[in-house]
């Protein structure tokens, strides 16, 4: 089956910094990854995925995500934190036409 | 409609009783998925419907759950006999088409239901 792992329950960030989630993920065959944000009170939303093609994928609210097929990743990043970039992450696969998500990554980002 | 709409978007229930969550699917989506996210949990797919096909039930929990769609559209699931561990929030999305590949937007998720059973 295939599943992705999320380390970190909670990342702490000072706004203006760069941020990285962490997502791994374990697949048969070709991994089609993808990125969720909750916000507090509000739905999940989508962010970005990975299908195939260049390993730097861009997406939604300036963030951008890394596939390395080396290390089995797909990082979330943003180069500048912001106060509003405080939520809940998902990093997700997609299994025989459904998504199965990993556990969520809280991200906090102070002034 | 404009999003994916659930109701209630709070339930309580005494444990044991039966507890029937809806979906109303944004219109013109041929799928849709029920997921439930507890904390520590994550998100945990349940069930999903892509247009006339037999859904795909295989992360319902046990037999206690269950899920129609009606006429392609509204969904219910419904959990019987409910225990404290079934307590979490519900979530329902829909899409374009069943696969997340083609859909450049991927789901779109309402708000979600939050049952509490005591």
């Known amino acids: 089956a295939q599943s992705v792992a999320q380390p970190e329950d909670q990342v702490n960030v000072a706004e203006g910094n760069p941020l990285t989630v962490k997502c791994t993920y374990s697949?048969?065959?070709?991994?089609?990854l993808f990125w969720y944000v909750q916000y507090p009170n509000r739905g999940l939303q989508f962010l970005l995925k990975?299908?195939?093609?260049?390993?730097l994928v861009k997406g939604s609210y300036g963030f951008e995500a890394e596939f390395n097929k080396s290390q089995t990743s797909f990082h979330l990043k943003k180069p500048s934190a912001l106060v509003s970039d405080s939520a809940l992450y998902f990093c997700?696969?997609?299994?025989?036409?459904?998504?199965?998500f990993g556990q969520g990554t809280e991200l906090s980002v102070k002034p | 409609g404009a999003g994916v709409s659930q109701s209630p978007s709070n339930k309580v229930t005494e444990k044991g009783k039966d507890v029937e969550l809806r979906c109303d699917p944004i219109?013109?989506?041929?799928?849709l998925y029920w997921y439930r996210q507890s904390l520590g949990q994550g998100l945990e797919f349940l069930i999903y419907?892509?247009?006339?096909?037999?859904?795909?039930k295989s992360g319902l929990p046990s037999d206690r759950f269950s899920a129609e769609r009606t006429g392609g559209s509204v969904s219910t699931l419904t959990i019987q006999r409910t225990q404290q561990e079934d307590s979490a929030v519900y979530l329902c999305?829909?899409?374009?088409?069943?696969?997340?590949?083609?859909?450049?937007?991927?789901?779109?998720f309402g708000s979600g239901t939050r049952l509490t059973v005591v």
């Open positions: 999305a829909s899409s374009l088409g069943y696969d997340p590949l083609t859909v450049s937007y991927g789901y779109t």
């Open positions: 697949v048969s065959g070709n991994p089609y």
């Open positions: 990975y299908i195939t093609g260049d390993n």
């Open positions: 997700a696969v997609r299994e025989k036409g459904k998504l199965i």
């Open positions: 219109s013109g989506h041929t799928a």
């Open positions: 419907f892509q247009g006339n096909s037999a859904p795909d």
